[in-house]
């Protein structure tokens, strides 16, 4: 097998919006700068927040001839939070598709916002998923909003191809390999 380098072109999707492609080289797999952000639902609107306290971001990780790996970082209200297992996550490559699956524990952390964004008071961090205790799921205030983030390691088993996409229930993040 002949390698060959690659340029990493990220395309990301999300909400009806995209961003502009940005090409990086294979050698970035598993840095901050291949890290892509969405938003899985509109929960934003709803929750009358500034965007960032609600997006989501993976970061490819790994890439090899037959699997992909990300780390996802899922944020929902209290109201909407799923574990990462349950949201059906999927990659695909070329004809392939597959389903995601953890493979590093996940971890959660719950956050108490203020109306104005701002964060109020940290309520859990990094406690592992099934020691989570979901309640209380709304906070002592009806000022403040709770954010649960979600955290872990995909990965899936997807041949190397053009096209990589992770794929989320509102959010699909592509990964666009070509040949230098």
Same mark, same amino acid.
């Given at each position: 097998?002949?390698?060959?380098?690659?340029?990493?072109?990220?395309?990301?999707?999300?909400?009806?919006?995209?961003?502009?492609?940005?090409?990086?080289?294979?050698?970035?797999?598993?840095?901050?700068?291949?890290?892509?952000?969405?938003?899985?639902?509109?929960?934003?609107?709803?929750?009358?927040?500034?965007?960032?306290?609600?997006?989501?971001?993976?970061?490819?990780?790994?890439?090899?001839?037959?699997?992909?790996?990300?780390?996802?970082?899922?944020?929902?209200?209290?109201?909407?939070?799923?574990?990462?297992?349950?949201?059906?996550?999927?990659?695909? /490559?070329? #004809?392939? *598709?597959?389903? !995601?699956?953890? &493979?590093? =524990?996940?971890?959660?952390? +719950?956050?108490?916002?203020?109306?104005?964004?701002?964060?109020?008071?940290?309520?859990?961090?990094?406690?592992?998923?099934? /020691?989570? #205790?979901? *309640?209380?799921? !709304?906070?002592? &205030?009806? =000022?403040?909003?709770?954010? +649960?983030?979600?955290?872990?390691?995909?990965?899936?088993?997807?041949?190397?191809?053009?096209?990589?996409?992770?794929?989320?229930?509102?959010?699909?993040?592509?990964?666009?390999?070509?040949?230098?």
């Amino acid at each position: 097998m002949r390698a060959t380098p690659l340029t990493i072109i990220v395309l990301a999707a999300a909400c009806g919006g995209s961003s502009p492609p940005e090409t990086f080289p294979p050698s970035w797999v598993g840095t901050d700068a291949a890290s892509r952000t969405g938003e899985t639902g509109n929960e934003v609107a709803r929750a009358g927040l500034p965007r960032e306290t609600l997006v989501d971001d993976a970061v490819l990780t790994y890439l090899d001839e037959q699997t992909a790996c990300f780390d996802l970082a899922v944020r929902s209200t209290a109201a909407s939070d799923r574990a990462l297992s349950e949201l059906g996550a999927e990659c695909r /490559a070329e #004809d392939t *598709s597959s389903a !995601a699956e953890l &493979s590093a =524990e996940e971890m959660v952390s +719950v956050y108490d916002y203020d109306a104005d964004g701002q964060l109020a008071e940290v309520v859990t961090e990094d406690v592992p998923a099934e /020691a989570y #205790d979901r *309640s209380p799921e !709304a906070p002592p &205030s009806g =000022e403040l909003h709770r954010i +649960v983030e979600r955290r872990s390691r995909l990965c899936c088993p997807v041949p190397r191809a053009d096209v990589l996409v992770l794929a989320l229930p509102g959010l699909e993040l592509s990964w666009q390999m070509q040949d230098q």
